[in-house]
């Protein structure tokens, strides 16, 4: 079965870029979503495999829907947070929260492709 | 005068005759300002829709220049079609250059590299270079900043000649431009004569993420530096970068300084772990009268944590002050010291913190 | 004789108020209008994102008082809970609800009470509680819980409680934008002087709204919202903006303002005794560091960054202005010492006196003027021609100035898309004064006739909400 993957990331191309790069790689089914709201009514109805999510989007930010996706809907997807802010306490905190993997932009394509591909694997 | 005012209120006719002039001049411009504002409404329309027939494409051409590898088929492809697109209008240009630049801070690696080439090879580097020729300061602010974000080195000595412009915030544009860029990032700040503000501060300790210590210049020469927030900021540097060695200097200065700079100096000693300074710290604690010192002084003894410092705190445990007193308190936690039986307020303030340092 | 000497001595005063009133709001529209557009053009080159992740950002506290605000209060803090700002707390305030706001926190939020020093010293009702998540997700989250004393009580109370450097009071069902932290923190990183920073507030009638969050900026369909729209953006874009650039701004809205904690502290927090509390504060900070000789900014940041719901009804609205001429005479008549004094600098030569005549006296100039023309028409001293002609003149003036604050408004931030908006809003410019003003200025003269009865209330805290539900009261705005 093919693996769902969530890009959440109000930056549109970086999103697409994303998309194109794992699509390439062949790590599955992706799904794009710009904002928190869209992206929590996604998770809502259906199972994903992987959220990949920037912090800093509309409605609710990534640590906000992390902590939706563990607590509310009680879920261990993996989930990986793709930030700007790389602040010692902000990598604390999504530990905290139960983030799978913290990548801090700028970050490389490749690299999170192959992160993607260890963490579906596993 | 004020008769003169009087007749000319009492002279009917001319009155009205101004009126109307009034009248009609004010009536006019606001017809004038409506019909500027519908058409920068019209054009902003118009550019919505060049924007959003424009807009998909290029996105995708965007993104697969980022992940195609730089000789094949998809890049040159992706690069043509961009440059199609940008024969259109300048408008076009800028939007493409905007968005290069704003991906570029997002990535690394490979993708990083060939952001880069598409900027030369798009000539977008030529464009960003002719706007340092504008007359308009904020053109050429602008083309500083997109040089700066794109990496191009070569240029510093260009942006140098800018640090002596006339208007304010272009030269702030080129100190952080060259704090990014330049061989040497910081080399700048001996010409400084005005503020840097701590809005600037933050900026140009936010580029210096994860340079190298060798090309920064020593900070404790500018410790006596003309300009006060030069001074802040390089004790801010010292301690950002572990210059431990520059503590014998701070030292110094807490004898010298204003006592706002001595506030600065004891945090920035307190961050560095000086045990070195705790007498010269404990002596000015115990003879000012400058609370801020005092509270800073405090968070250096709970800082640092030695037995000496106890005399100090136990002082201000009791001080009419609250803030001294929740420092003392604080630092008294941090180094284990019991004073908690005391008094209630006291024992409040304890659980407070204690609760808080947990969490 | 006589007669005549006081009828010149009111047609010269007449002339002068109005010379004054004119020039003055010409100088406030033009200095606004080029400092608006110097900001912009420094705002594109700004670069928030190194902000965000500095460690640098100064720490702030939002505060947020709420009173019987259970329907919404949930959303509204999680809404609160995620603006885009790597430094801050909130503290919301339960000013002794006779709702379930407390037990809904609690439970939303899986608080426990847990000791705490309270630092500060204002003094406020008393403190029954004060709560913190035991999840982590909300670690930011501070909830006081205390008894009634009004929103300036609560505020108070929420900063004792702060130990930030900054302090941002907001009212707890404005929706705050998600960028409004870094840039209101702007101005207090570029000048060390400054004391307090303000945002605009725009009205958020008929806008979507989801979570918390704006979604589509639209006009108001309804009418007293759309003159509102036009009143506050020509009182914030055009007003205050040249205020703040003449470092003579008195007033920062109560529903979004940031102020230097300890500045607050040493002034002695809002006070409890005005319904213009948020105007009182500032001139009280302003008038405690003038005697000390100190120099400071009281700063404006153009952006739309926070959005409020205006009254929709005859009624509500002339509560609302009621309370703000009320207000308005409090300030005014508690810092009287202000006027014209040298010591004061700007605010006692400039603010005070404007705001004394143009804005405090403008509408009895404007009751008396009126009675005082149509008895001279009566008695045929002045001619219809000239009647006339004096109205319609102040009539395109006024049109001018809205036409041009719209103009701003569209080189500058464009939030209403599209050219039929704009000829709405246009259409509400030329209406205003037919429409809106009369009642404005009926309002204001009746707030001050409950001033002479006694009447200190803050009217019914009623208003259409965002959904279904009652909220609590419109915030204080000025009238200009």
Redesign the interface.
Known sequence: MENRILICEDDEVLSSMIQFKLNKDKLGNIERVTNGKDAREKLLAGDFDLVISDIHMPFFSGMQLLEMVRKEMNKDTAFIILSAEGLESTVLEAFDLGVTDFLTKPFSPGELSMRVKRLLAA | M?AS??DM?KD?DA??VA??L??IL??L??LA??S???I???K??KNESVKNEFWPKS??A???I??APMDSMEYKKSIFFLKKMMEQSRKVVQWVLD?IV??Q????????TNLLQAYKVLKLKEYSLKKLKSRRW?VV??GI?ELERMEQHDCEQRIRKFLHAKNK?LRK?ARLALASLAEKPLDFLEHVREEV???E???I???LRGKRKDNLPDFSGYYLHSEPSVVRFSISMSVYFNCFEHIPQLIDLLATGAEDLQVTVIEALSKLEAFQAIEAIETLASETDHQPIVCAALKFLGNVGCSEGHHVIERFIHDED??VR?EAVNAAIRLDLDFSDENNDLR??Y???Q?HLI? | MNNEIIHSIGEVFFIFFSFGIVSSYLTLVFVSFFSVKKYMKKDRLTNYKDLLGSEMAPSISLIAPAYNEGMTIVENIKSMLSLEYNNYDVIVVNDGSKDDTLPKVIKAYDLEEVPFYVNGKVKTASIRGIYKSRNKAFRKLTFIDKKNGGKADALNAGINVSSSRLVTCIDVDCIIENDALQRMVKPFMEDAETIASGGVVRIANSCVVEHGKLVKVNLPTNRLARFQVLEYLRAFLMSRMAWAKMNGLLLISGAFGMFDRKLVLRAGGYNTDTVGEDMELVVRMRSLLDKENKKYKVNLIPDPLCWTEGPTTNKVLGKQRNRWARGTFEVLKEHRKVFLNPKYKVMGILSYPFWLFFEWLAPFVEGFGLIYTFSHLFFGTISWKYFLGFTILVYFFSLFISTFTLYTEEISFHKYKGVKSQLKLFLAAVLEPFIFHPRNTWWSLKGHWDLLKGIKSWGEMTREGFAQNTKSVPTYQPQS
């Open positions: 004020m005012i009087y209120i009917e009155m009205i009126f109307a009034f009248s004010f009536c411009l606001s300002l409506l500027l504002i519908i920068s409404k019209i902003r329309n996105q995708k965007l993104a697969l980022t992940i968005e704003k991906q801070a997002n990535l690394s690696g490979e993708s990083k904020n602010a602008s900043q915030d544009t503000n701590e809005w501060q933050m900026s300790k936010y580029r609250v803030e929740m409040r303030m659980a407070h913190h609760n969490s």
